[in-house]
């Protein structure tokens, strides 16, 4: 009888280990949470907030470059990206709770940096990518110039501007949004004069094996857009589509592009299978509708275990 009682009780222990019991279950894969420009991971307390309402006992790292979050904001803008993707490759790989592989969130450039962290640093693996108002086939334009100035004329005098320089050496290093800034007049002198983005998205001559293999080696990735962007310009580039060649007026979807047909990067290979999702929301960057991210990302893709 005492051994059919301890038999039993062995048995419900590892029952409660196993599935949910009384709310907890085994726990999701860690989640690294990277913030926008101009913003600090204090910025994003409320994003983090919202996955734990839905896993309690998530951990998530959230990243901060610097000694608080005063530097971690002057770093997001003045850092290079491919060093802000060496500090944090060294912390996640010091994290011994993401050494089994992780979930990425990147809000607005973190979108972008996350990306290539996973690409740049495989090592712990990145399981499931979620980018939200990410440039990630890069920008054309200044954030919200139209509205603040009321001139189209004057916004396209200030990119022209922004384009006689922003190849050069000195200032692909002082700000980080010059590495991504994608001239659709000169593709020539984008994928020369790029230090970060004709890398990291594999349009140079000579592709990288080891980001396509990453890309097409992911669980999921999902890339979300706002419809009525004004920060990400074109906001069609959060989807990777962009400004067909020549003008800046038209934009084609990532099905069209060269990146998508010849599968440079993987993103066809996750689209074939099943694994590729985007989405599409109502309102400017940054409206991030909580409720709809918790339902509709959060739950079915985040909450993957061990």
Request: aromatic share 10%.
């Amino acid at each position: 009888m005492y051994c059919d009682i301890l038999l039993a009780f062995l048995i419900i222990s590892v029952i409660r280990d196993l599935v949910d019991w009384g709310g907890r279950g085994p726990a999701s894969l860690p989640v690294v949470i990277w913030h926008g420009v101009n913003d600090n991971a204090k910025g994003i307390h409320f994003i983090v907030r919202s996955m734990k309402e839905v896993i309690p006992e998530l951990y998530v790292h959230n990243v901060m470059i610097g000694s608080n979050n005063y530097f971690d904001q002057l770093n997001s803008f003045l850092m290079p990206a491919h060093k802000q993707i060496d500090h944090v490759c060294e912390a996640i790989q010091a994290d011994s709770r993401l050494a089994a592989g992780y979930n990425g969130v990147g809000i607005s450039q973190g979108g972008l940096l996350i990306r290539g962290l996973a690409q740049r640093c495989p090592n712990p693996p990145m399981r499931t990518l979620v980018t939200y108002g990410a440039p990630s086939s890069g920008i054309f334009g200044i954030p919200n110039c139209e509205h603040t100035t009321g001139s189209v004329l004057l916004c396209e005098m200030v990119r022209e501007l922004m384009n006689d320089a922003v190849y050069n050496p000195l200032l692909q290093d002082l700000v980080t949004p010059a590495q991504y800034w994608r001239d659709p007049f000169n593709q020539t002198e984008f994928i020369k004069g790029s230090t970060f983005l004709a890398d990291i998205n594999n349009l140079k001559g000579e592709k990288n094996q080891q980001y396509k293999d990453v890309i097409s080696g992911l669980v999921n990735l999902i890339m979300i857009a706002w419809k009525e962007d004004t920060t990400i310009i074109p906001r069609e580039s959060s989807h990777f589509g962009y400004y067909i060649p020549g003008q800046d007026n038209l934009t084609r979807p990532l099905e069209e592009t060269p990146l998508y047909l010849e599968d440079w990067l993987g993103l066809r290979t996750l689209d074939e299978t099943g694994r590729l999702h985007k989405f599409s929301l109502p309102g400017n960057h940054m409206n991030m509708q909580l409720e709809w991210f918790k339902q509709n990302v959060v739950k079915p893709f985040l909450t993957a275990t061990l």
